[in-house]
């Protein structure tokens, strides 16, 4: 069997593209784990924000939150960008970067959203949009519907190497030979070696390793309190059934590999968190670590390379590519289908995140 599109990885980028495609063409995921969405999809910090990635992604995001929403994935939260005396012009930069959106930000006291917080963090802006969301639900819709519409999934299929023929491309993995007319990059952190393997150029898409530890505190992480993030972007924090989900918000660049949390990143995190609030850290219940994999602007790549025929790229999603995933997936889907946009993510600018921006 010839498919029409095969794509290269099953996590959030490549089963919400699948999902989205496979009501229009023969769809075949391609996946190298046994589990889909195993590497970052299956380790989020799982919260949905609008000023998440900068003011490059927050169309995406925004565009995102009616299908999100409407599906039932999202759960309020709040977030809460703190800083100290010196962090002025942090505050006023992120404010001045997003006051053009409808995204609503509002200066705040901080010690009003946050008991025990240390004096010096006078600085706060408050992000009423963020919100809870639930990945594992998300992924497990997306490869569900991609299955109900006739979709293909192969596990333990990592790419081998693959030719392209006479406009087919024939695809060799561990699990069996593939032949598919369009072959699409949704690797990940992957995807530049992925990319190689294709015969194309890499994009330098780098994955960085980020950290996160669940904590049991005392007193216990209250249910209302918000996400709360330092805008110097040295840690984040939210509630999460009694607990607190924490992270030092470290990007170390790595391989990519099945990756694990670094003892120096958890004590490190731990001690900017006790730099925060007078709470007491009573235990480290869980420790993990995600890949976030970044193109070189820190923007996605939706389109076709520019070199080489039937590759369509759909990587560089760095930690936003859930909350962005039924834009991506739109914008993805509507450039290998020749259509436009669906309704709904008509205002999502498709050129700059084109994969020939890199030539």
């Given at each position: 069997?010839i498919h029409?599109?095969a794509?290269?990885?099953?996590?959030?980028?490549g089963?919400?593209?699948?999902?989205?495609?496979a009501?229009?063409?023969?769809?075949?995921?391609?996946?190298?784990?046994?589990?889909a969405?195993?590497?970052?999809?299956?380790r989020?910090a799982?919260?949905?924000?609008?000023?998440?990635g900068?003011?490059?992604?927050?169309?995406?995001?925004?565009?995102?939150?009616?299908?999100?929403?409407?599906?039932?994935?999202?759960?309020?939260?709040?977030?809460?960008h703190?800083?100290?005396?010196a962090?002025a012009?942090?505050?006023?930069?992120?404010l001045?970067?997003?006051?053009?959106?409808?995204?609503v930000?509002?200066?705040?006291?901080?010690a009003?959203?946050v008991?025990?917080?240390?004096p010096?963090?006078?600085?706060g802006?408050?992000?009423?949009s963020?919100?809870?969301?639930?990945?594992?639900?998300?992924h497990a819709?997306?490869?569900?519907a991609?299955?109900?519409?006739?979709g293909?999934?192969?596990?333990?299929?990592g790419?081998?190497?693959?030719?392209?023929t006479?406009?087919?491309?024939?695809?060799?993995?561990?699990?069996?030979?593939?032949r598919?007319?369009?072959?699409v990059?949704?690797?990940?952190a992957?995807?530049?070696?992925i990319?190689?393997?294709?015969?194309?150029a890499?994009l330098?898409?780098?994955?960085?390793?980020?950290?996160?530890?669940?904590?049991?505190?005392?007193?216990?992480a209250?249910?209302?309190?918000p996400?709360?993030?330092?805008?110097?972007?040295?840690?984040?924090f939210?509630?999460?059934a009694g607990?607190?989900w924490?992270?030092?918000?470290?990007?170390?660049?790595?391989?990519p590999?099945?990756?694990?949390?670094?003892?120096?990143d958890?004590a490190?995190?731990?001690?900017r968190?006790?730099?925060?609030?007078?709470?007491r850290v009573?235990?480290?219940?869980?420790?993990?670590?995600?890949l976030?994999?970044?193109?070189?602007?820190?923007?996605p790549?939706y389109?076709?390379?520019p070199?080489?025929?039937?590759?369509f790229?759909c990587a560089g999603q760095?930690?936003?590519g859930?909350?962005t995933?039924?834009?991506g997936?739109?914008v993805?889907a509507?450039l290998?289908?020749?259509?436009?946009?669906?309704?709904g993510?008509e205002?999502v600018?498709?050129?700059?995140?084109?994969?020939?921006?890199?030539a």
């Open positions: 069997m029409d599109i794509i290269v990885g099953a996590g959030i980028a089963a919400s593209l699948a999902a989205a495609l009501p229009h063409a023969r769809v075949l995921l391609i996946e190298a784990e046994e589990q969405g195993y590497h970052s999809t299956g989020s799982a919260f949905w924000s609008e000023t998440y900068g003011p490059g992604i927050q169309p995406l995001t925004s565009a995102s939150e009616t299908a999100l929403r409407g599906g039932g994935y999202l759960a309020p939260l709040g977030s809460l703190i800083g100290r005396a962090d012009g942090r505050v006023d930069a992120f001045a970067a997003f006051e053009r959106t409808a995204v930000l509002d200066r705040v006291d901080p009003a959203f008991p025990g917080l240390r010096e963090w006078t600085l802006v408050h992000e009423p963020c919100a809870y969301i639930d990945v594992a639900a998300l819709a997306y490869l569900a991609f299955r109900r519409a006739g293909a999934i192969a596990t333990r299929a790419l081998d190497e693959a030719h392209r006479a406009g087919v491309w024939t695809i060799a993995t561990p699990a069996g030979t593939y598919a007319g369009l072959l990059n949704a690797a990940g992957w995807a530049d070696r990319a190689v393997r294709l015969g194309a890499p330098g898409i780098q994955p960085y390793r980020r950290t996160m530890v669940q904590l049991r505190t005392d007193p216990p209250a249910a209302d309190l996400h709360v993030a330092d805008i110097a972007g040295r840690f984040y939210k509630p999460e607990r607190l924490l992270s030092p918000h470290d990007e170390t660049p790595v391989d590999h099945d990756v694990a949390p670094e003892e120096i958890v490190l995190a731990i001690d968190f006790e730099g925060v609030v007078d709470w009573a235990a480290v219940e869980r420790r993990w670590a995600g976030r994999s970044f193109a070189p602007d820190r923007l790549v389109g076709f390379d070199k080489v025929a039937g590759l790229w760095g930690g936003f859930i909350q995933a039924p834009a997936a739109a993805a509507s290998l289908l020749g259509t436009g946009l669906p309704s993510f205002g600018d498709v050129a700059r995140y084109a994969a020939g921006r890199f």
